[in-house]
C-alpha cells in the first residue's frame, strides 16, 4: 500500500500513478487522503493561524514561489480509475 496525503495534487499524478504501478506488487492500492487543511478547517486555532499567516503574506492563498493556491479540478478518484490502480 502506498499512502499519500495532501502531497497528491502537486505531483504528474498520471506520471507518479505509472511509476508506483511498476515498483508494488500487483495487488497494491495506492490511497489519497486528506487531513484537514489549516486553510479549510474552521476552528479558532486555525483561524488565528490563518490570520497570522495572512497578516505577512496577504489574503490570496499562496503556493510556492509567486503563485497562488489553485484547487484541483478533477476528483482523485476519477484520476485513480484512470492509472493502473483502477478499483476505487
Known amino acids: 500500500m502506498v499512502t499519500v496525503c495532501r502531497a497528491f495534487h502537486w505531483m504528474d499524478q498520471p506520471a ?8 508494488t ?26 490570520s497570522l499567516i495572512q497578516k505577512y503574506t496577504g489574503t490570496k492563498r499562496r503556493a510556492g514561489k509567486d503563485k497562488t493556491y489553485a484547487a484541483h ?3 482523485y478518484r476519477e484520476i485513480l480509475a484512470e492509472s493502473p490502480f483502477a478499483d476505487v
Not at 16 to 23: F, I, K, M, N, P
Not at 31 to 36: E, P, R
Open 16 to 23: 507518479v500513478l505509472s511509476l508506483l504501478a511498476g515498483c
Open 73 to 75: 479540478d478533477r476528483p
Open 25 to 50: 506488487a500487483k495487488d497494491a492500492a495506492v490511497v489519497v487522503m486528506g487531513d484537514g487543511s489549516p486553510w479549510t478547517a474552521r476552528s479558532a486555532w486555525t483561524d488565528a493561524l490563518r
